[in-house]
């Protein structure tokens, strides 16, 4: 890994405007990583790397690089290999992740109160406790992580991290209460009501979206982001059909070969899979297969029926067969999507959601209620860990602008 990370380093050409930069959502230094790097200077990289970015630890792992900053590398455009950042990102953030000391400013007198402890939340915990804030988060689940801990597959994320991010938020002295869903006892307004100055939702898009079709009910019919949390507690058999060909998809077909199947095949309505392609290829090398045009009308005690699609010459869906094929499969798994919990929206006056369930903010993050903000997917809609880091960063910094505090150098 070293030498194989010192290489990567040394190809890289500087550039005065970098594409990879500019390709990554939360606009990563990767030139100055990469410069500092060179030189040796490892803590400073890592400090870069964490200051801009808390997640990167995370990001170097789960991130579509190919799509964001190696697949923008000048490099690739050449038709030469792009710089492997990922990599190097990895090494220095790993390191760093557990050599960050905090050194907050002065207390400000203000106290946040942050629901959800996934990457959104964490995010605007560690930026407002640095500022001097005094931070509480609520969390419905017994672990912090949100989707760090009860989406992604462990071995794409070892769940080490997540316990680094514990002790990251105790030396911060961020308050973190487990095992309290705001919305349901506590309210948004006993939280206003207590003294917290500002609030902030980080709680995610972890409701699974129905597709609507007879037999969802079934006993033998689950729902990925439901799988993904515990599936040694979900039988799957032998043969799995999923349902759907995006990212959580991936993770699911790769997941039940993992506890017992032997055979998980994809079914996609097109030949568009929303995928990253490193998800499908890591995927088909696990031995799942994606089977594309299969339009799913419903869900039997044998496995899903589908109406098989009826392409036209560019590739495009133009209709579908009238005749149902039946698939066989022990178990079916859907995966089309995820939209946030409304609990919140239920129980506090005034805050409001757009027809997809998603938060609405303004330009400040702040919600519909003054004082409340959001970020993450509960705003942005099932996206990436760097997309929520990206805008869980502009929230903090207008929390701290609503609360009239000094953001932290």
């Known amino acids: ?30 030139p100055e990583v990469i410069r500092l790097f060179n030189e040796r200077r490892m803590n400073e990289a890592g ?9 990167s630890s995370v990001c170097s792992l789960v991130c579509n690089h190919a799509a964001q ?34 050194a907050p400013s002065p207390p400000s007198g203000k ?14 915990a560690l930026k407002l406790a640095e500022a001097g804030c005094e931070v509480t988060v609520f969390e419905m689940e017994s672990s912090i992580g949100g989707v760090l801990e009860y989406g992604i597959p462990s071995f794409r994320l070892p769940r ?85 060909a995006g990212n959580v998809a991936m993770d699911v077909a790769r997941t039940v070969l993992r506890h017992g199947a032997r055979e998980a095949r994809i079914y996609a309505r097109s030949r568009n899979i929303s995928a990253s392609m490193d998800e499908v290829e890591y995927t088909k090398l696990d031995g799942a297969e994606i089977v594309c045009g299969k339009l799913i009308q419903s869900i039997g005690e044998d496995g899903p029926l589908f109406k098989d699609a009826l392409f036209d010459e560019e590739g495009k ?45 303004d330009e400040s993050c702040m919600t519909t209620v003054p004082g409340v903000f959001a970020a993450g997917d509960v705003v942005l ?14 929230a903090a910094s207008a929390m701290l602008d609503y ?3 000094t953001e932290a150098s």
């Open 69 to 102: 900053c190696e697949g923008n590398c000048i490099l690739n455009r050449k038709g030469e290999a792009p710089v492997h950042f990922s990599a190097i990102e990895s090494y220095l953030s790993d390191i760093y992740l557990d050599r960050v000391k905090f």
């Open 403 to 405: 609360m009239g505090c």
């Open 47 to 55: 400090e870069l790397l964490f200051s801009n970015n808390p997640m």
């Open 160 to 244: 080490s991290y997540v316990d680094r991010f514990r002790k990251l938020l105790d030396a911060a002295r961020v308050s973190v209460r487990p095992n309290t869903a705001v919305g349901e006892s506590l309210h948004i307004g006993d939280l206003m009501r207590d003294g917290y100055d500002t609030v902030f939702i980080g709680t995610g898009a972890g409701r699974a979206k129905k597709l609507g079709t007879p037999g969802e009910a079934r006993a033998n019919v689950y729902f990925g982001v439901d799988y993904l949390k515990m599936p040694e507690a979900c039988p799957v058999g032998e043969r799995v059909a999923v349902i759907g």
């Open 317 to 361: 869906v133009a209709g579908y067969s009238d005749e149902l094929v039946q698939e066989l499969a022990d178990t079916t798994i859907i995966c089309v999507s995820q939209t946030p919990k409304n609990k919140l929206v239920l129980t506090t006056p005034g805050l409001k959601s757009d027809d997809r369930g998603l938060l609405i903010v």
């Open 111 to 124: 106290r946040v109160a942050v629901i959800g402890a996934g990457p959104a939340g964490i995010t605007v």
């Open 381 to 394: 809609g099932p996206l990436t860990v760097v997309h929520a880091v990206e805008n869980a960063k502009r």
């Open 1 to 30: 890994m070293s030498l194989h990370i010192i290489e990567e380093a040394h190809r890289c050409l500087g550039c005065k405007k970098p594409l990879c930069q500019k390709g990554c959502p939360v606009s990563t230094p990767i």
